[in-house]
């Protein structure tokens, strides 16, 4: 730990050594049992003690590549349909990601929720309801599968999904495949990935990371024997994923049923919902669910766009959407490390935070923004150098969509090296207890701005910029978003650390 890091410890940790002991306190000196088994565990106190450089390396490792596993199922089998079907495969997918996004919000829903309420009641060592909890959340995944095998099994349902994906009617039958095998196969989703966290509740991160790594691995050698080898197209692609999946969710239950020592297990006894612990998950997905659904919402707007002003263009409808598709996946993936640097920071800022210890705050934000920022930079640098061949790695192979894919890449991700900055900094809001700005800054950038803009610039832009017309306007509304939303973010920052200034002071004043 540095000079300056022992100097804020001291300052900031009230000295309790003349204090007289209470009597809770005096007990736990008669009863060394009871001192060890109330003391917060070293683990969890060394958050406020470490080197901050170490702990961020220590914590962001797992969580960084357990995101990019995570958002790689959709760039797999985007290079493989892409390979084997051209701009038809590519334009399948994009119509199917907004139901794809939905199925990810309701694992979510119940995955997340359940996990937090989980991690509350192991913290309180009552182990008996957290495995109530898990329980709970296999029903609830049970029970969604079922409405979504339902909805699958509509005609007029999945007519209503494609029409609000706009699919036109070369694209319709193979996103209407795509989207009914994954709806089949939802329980492996919702179990594979959003049971999967329970692991890492369970303190085995590097057991939660395998599990999804398994079933990425798995999606990847299912894709190209159903896709490539076989030729099964959408098929292949969409059993692959499922394939991948059920490697997962079977690594899950196995660690839960089979697997010896575990903090938690599932029993059939907890399987039975009860009514005050399934609306305390729903309560606690609800704002990843909501999030995630607004994304959905989101991309069926940007498709219909897509095909509106794409059948305008010398393109088409058909290859604006897969030009879109293959952009908005590469975007997703960026982003995906840099989430896992902000997850990874949380538990430090909040620990410190609830500990008071500022100095300790405002080192762990800048140095998560700096780390993130670094990464950013690297991949702004890759894209703007590399798009034609990240492109052509899509099987985009028409020239005119190829070049007109990567300009619209560099001009989508123009303002990346900034986006570390607002997506750790709206995630500092959420680790400090103050979740109402959290949702706000996390929802500028990808609903608050990026809705209006897509509604407003294919009419505005091509008045001001006679050079682009409304398809490129799609485009151009994601750099906009983003440099709104960052400047947003800073104020929000800036305000937030007048205030651990005030505090720290107060401290200071006070001698506490």
Same mark, same amino acid.
């Given at each position: 730990?540095?000079?300056?890091?022992?100097?804020?410890?001291?300052?900031?940790?009230?000295?309790?050594?003349?204090?007289?002991?209470? *009597?809770?306190?005096?007990?736990?000196?008669?009863?060394?049992?009871?001192?060890?088994?109330?003391?917060?565990?070293?683990?969890?106190?060394?958050?406020?003690?470490? %080197?901050?450089?170490?702990?961020? =390396?220590?914590?962001?490792?797992?969580?960084?590549?357990?995101?990019?596993?995570?958002?790689?199922?959709?760039?797999?089998?985007?290079?493989?349909?892409?390979?084997?079907?051209?701009?038809?495969?590519?334009?399948?997918? =994009?119509?199917?990601?907004?139901?794809?996004?939905?199925?990810? *919000?309701?694992?979510?829903?119940?995955?997340?929720?359940?996990?937090?309420?989980?991690?509350?009641?192991?913290?309180?060592?009552?182990?008996?309801? #957290?495995?109530?909890?898990?329980?709970?959340?296999?029903?609830?995944?049970?029970?969604?599968?079922?409405?979504?095998?339902?909805?699958?099994?509509?005609?007029?349902?999945?007519?209503?999904?494609?029409?609000?994906? %706009?699919?036109?009617?070369?694209?319709?039958?193979?996103?209407?495949?795509?989207?009914?095998?994954?709806?089949?196969?939802?329980?492996?989703?919702?179990?594979?990935?959003?049971?999967?966290?329970?692991?890492?509740?369970?303190?085995?991160?590097?057991?939660?990371?395998?599990?999804?790594?398994?079933?990425?691995?798995?999606?990847?050698?299912?894709?190209?024997?159903?896709?490539?080898?076989?030729? $099964?197209?959408?098929?292949? %692609?969409?059993?692959?994923?499922? !394939?991948?999946?059920?490697?997962?969710?079977?690594?899950?239950? $196995?660690?839960?049923?089979?697997?010896?020592?575990?903090?938690?297990?599932?029993?059939?006894?907890?399987?039975?919902?009860?009514?005050?612990?399934?609306?305390?998950?729903?309560?606690?997905?609800?704002?990843?669910?909501?999030?995630?659904?607004?994304?959905?919402?989101?991309?069926?707007?940007?498709?219909?766009?897509?095909?509106?002003?794409?059948?305008?263009?010398?393109?088409? !409808?058909?290859?604006?959407?897969?030009?879109?598709?293959?952009?908005?996946?590469?975007?997703?993936?960026?982003?995906?490390?840099?989430?896992?640097?902000?997850? %990874?920071?949380?538990?430090?800022?909040?620990?410190?935070?609830?500990?008071?210890?500022?100095?300790?705050?405002?080192?762990?934000? $800048?140095?998560?923004?700096?780390?993130? =920022?670094?990464?950013?930079?690297?991949? $702004? #640098?890759?894209?703007?150098?590399?798009?034609?061949?990240?492109?052509?790695?899509?099987?985009?192979?028409?020239?005119?969509? *190829?070049?007109?894919?990567?300009?619209?890449?560099?001009?989508?991700?123009?303002?990346?090296?900034?986006?570390?900055?607002?997506?750790?900094?709206?995630?500092?809001?959420?680790?400090?207890?103050?979740?109402?700005?959290?949702?706000?800054?996390?929802? =500028?950038?990808?609903?608050?701005?990026?809705?209006?803009?897509?509604?407003?610039?294919?009419?505005?832009?091509?008045?001001?910029?006679?050079?682009?017309?409304?398809?490129?306007?799609?485009?151009?509304?994601?750099?906009?978003?983003?440099?709104?939303?960052?400047?947003?973010?800073?104020?929000?920052?800036?305000?937030?650390?007048?205030?651990?200034?005030?505090?720290?002071?107060?401290?200071?004043?006070?001698?506490?």
């Amino acid at each position: 730990m540095s000079n300056d890091e022992s100097k804020s410890h001291t300052t900031e940790t009230p000295d309790s050594s003349s204090a007289p002991a209470s *009597a809770p306190e005096a007990r736990d000196a008669a009863d060394p049992a009871a001192s060890a088994a109330a003391a917060p565990s070293a683990r969890v106190t060394r958050m406020g003690t470490e %080197s901050i450089p170490r702990l961020i =390396t220590e914590f962001a490792i797992p969580s960084v590549v357990g995101m990019v596993v995570n958002g790689s199922y959709n760039i797999i089998d985007s290079v493989f349909l892409g390979h084997a079907m051209g701009e038809m495969g590519l334009s399948a997918v =994009t119509v199917a990601t907004p139901a794809m996004i939905v199925f990810m *919000a309701l694992s979510m829903l119940v995955g997340t929720g359940g996990n937090a309420l989980a991690a509350l009641r192991l913290g309180e060592g009552n182990r008996d309801a #957290a495995e109530r909890a898990l329980g709970n959340v296999i029903t609830l995944s049970l029970v969604l599968w079922a409405l979504v095998v339902v909805l699958a099994l509509d005609p007029a349902a999945i007519d209503a999904v494609l029409t609000l994906s %706009s699919a036109t009617d070369d694209v319709r039958p193979y996103a209407r495949t795509f989207i009914q095998i994954l709806c089949y196969g939802f329980i492996l989703q919702c179990i594979g990935m959003g049971v999967n966290n329970f692991i890492r509740t369970a303190g085995a991160p590097n057991r939660a990371l395998g599990t999804m790594a398994i079933g990425l691995v798995a999606a990847t050698a299912f894709n190209y024997w159903f896709v490539i080898l076989l030729g $099964w197209g959408v098929t292949g %692609s969409a059993l692959a994923t499922l !394939a991948g999946q059920a490697c997962s969710c079977g690594a899950v239950l $196995w660690y839960f049923l089979l697997t010896k020592g575990v903090p938690l297990r599932l029993r059939v006894s907890c399987l039975r919902p009860a009514r005050r612990v399934v609306g305390t998950i729903l309560a606690f997905g609800f704002p990843g669910f909501a999030l995630q659904a607004g994304a959905a919402l989101v991309n069926f707007l940007i498709n219909y766009q897509l095909v509106k002003y794409g059948a305008l263009s010398p393109l088409g !409808a058909e290859d604006a959407l897969a030009s879109i598709g293959v952009v908005q996946r590469i975007g997703m993936f960026t982003i995906m490390p840099i989430v896992g640097v902000s997850i %990874s920071i949380q538990p430090l800022l909040g620990y410190n935070y609830g500990a008071r210890k500022i100095g300790r705050v405002r080192t762990t934000l $800048w140095l998560g923004i700096a780390g993130a =920022t670094v990464m950013c930079v690297a991949e $702004w #640098a890759v894209v703007m150098l590399l798009a034609g061949p990240i492109v052509a790695a899509f099987g985009i192979s028409h020239d005119g969509l *190829a070049d007109f894919t990567a300009f619209a890449l560099r001009i989508w991700l123009l303002l990346l090296p900034f986006i570390g900055f607002q997506i750790v900094g709206s995630n500092y809001f959420q680790a400090t207890g103050q979740p109402a700005k959290a949702i706000f800054l996390t929802l =500028t950038r990808q609903i608050i701005f990026l809705v209006p803009l897509v509604m407003l610039l294919p009419d505005v832009l091509p008045s001001v910029v006679p050079a682009l017309d409304g398809l490129d306007a799609l485009y151009v509304a994601a750099p906009v978003s983003d440099f709104l939303a960052i400047f947003t973010v800073g104020v929000f920052l800036a305000w937030e650390m007048r205030r651990l200034r005030r505090m720290r002071a107060t401290r200071t004043e006070t001698g506490a």
